[in-house]
């Protein structure tokens, strides 16, 4: 039953053949210390075991709704989400993921700090890499208020704020009914900077609340296909649309759209298919343009300064590199 004081929080969770991750997931979010919960799996046309394990997972919880679509991608399931959901806020949790007990109460109790005058809370990620079993540790353990336009920046710069739809708690007025990018990868980048731009401020919290699963098989860490160009025109999106509200962040945006491209080189290194070469000089071209923009810049992160010295020994050179921290991260 819903209270002033216990608002009800609608759990938004997409689910594609995750069988071996899911019964973890569902167990971390029944298991909230915060009880007024609506939990809506939107099952996207699984073709595993996921969706038998759904249903009896629904049997044990009545607060668990299970809806079942073709397969339309992230985005549409997350979207089939929002549009049935009635919570006053709306989180995200992806199905091969698994979050603390408190991971709900944590992020209520933030926007519960200043008398909900935000709309918006975030914590940070605890990254799990699942062939090591090693654990990082993303956030700094301090609580703060920092308004949009900082959380973009620092989004940006990759400085504590993360562009995931996952790790926040936000009012449902946020989001609308096609929020997310249907039909492209990497809609995260193309979605988050909408909150931050509609939040005057957001209250951050950032102790690990959320375990991301980090896989060998996983959109970012799979061989490269053209599909992954879509980081691309999402973070030039972004960049255009932050700029239009914020032009003094000109220079965050432009470092978030060279990282783009060298996350996106770093996946063609190993390729060898004939289209390739031709990818990977328009990458190169982009960052060497706006290399003097951004060694300039005092905000950008040491690795993006280690990561032009590499690339300036060759191409072959940065391969070698890239290949051998590669390694040592796993």
């Not at 969706?51 to 668990?64: S, V």
């Not at 909150?195 to 860490?221: A, D, H, M, R, W």
Request: some cysteine; hydrophobic content about 35%.
């Amino acid at each position: 039953m819903e209270t002033q004081n216990q608002p009800l929080i609608s759990v938004i969770v997409p689910v594609y053949n995750v069988e071996h991750y899911l019964s973890k997931c569902i167990k971390s979010i029944i298991t909230q210390t915060y009880n007024n919960l609506e939990i809506i799996f939107i099952n996207d046309g699984s073709t595993d075991q996921s969706l038998k394990l759904l249903n009896q997972w629904k049997k044990k919880d009545n607060r668990i709704k299970v809806i079942n679509q073709n397969n339309q991608g992230l985005s549409k399931a997350r979207n089939t989400g929002i549009q049935i959901s009635s919570g006053k806020y709306l989180t995200f949790i992806d199905s091969d993921d698994f979050v603390t007990k408190d991971y709900v109460e944590y992020l209520f109790n933030l926007l519960k700090r200043h008398n909900f005058s935000s709309p918006l809370a975030i914590c940070s990620l605890m990254n799990v890499y699942s062939n090591s079993n090693k654990y990082q540790n993303m956030g700094n353990g301090n609580i703060i208020t920092l308004s949009g336009k900082e959380c973009i920046k620092k989004m940006c710069y990759h400085d504590l704020v993360d562009t995931c739809a996952y790790g926040k708690l936000g009012k449902r007025e946020l989001y609308n009914d096609h929020f997310f990018p249907e039909n492209m990868l990497f809609e995260d980048i193309g979605s988050t900077y909408k909150l931050f731009l509609q939040s005057k401020t957001v209250e951050c919290g950032f102790e690990p609340k959320y375990f991301y699963v980090i896989k060998s098989n996983s959109i970012v860490t799979s061989s490269f296909n053209l599909k992954k160009l879509d980081l691309l025109t999402m973070t030039d999106k972004m960049a255009k649309n932050v700029k239009n509200q914020f032009p003094d962040l000109k220079n965050a945006v432009l470092r978030r759209q060279v990282y783009a491209r060298f996350s996106t080189l770093n996946q063609t290194l190993n390729e060898k298919n004939n289209n390739i070469k031709e990818i990977q000089n328009k990458l190169i071209d982009y960052i060497k343009q706006n290399k003097d923009s951004i060694l300039k810049d005092p905000n950008i992160p040491k690795r993006d300064r280690i990561a032009y010295k590499m690339l300036s020994l060759g191409l072959g050179f940065y391969k070698i590199s890239w290949n051998i921290y590669v390694k040592l991260k796993k």
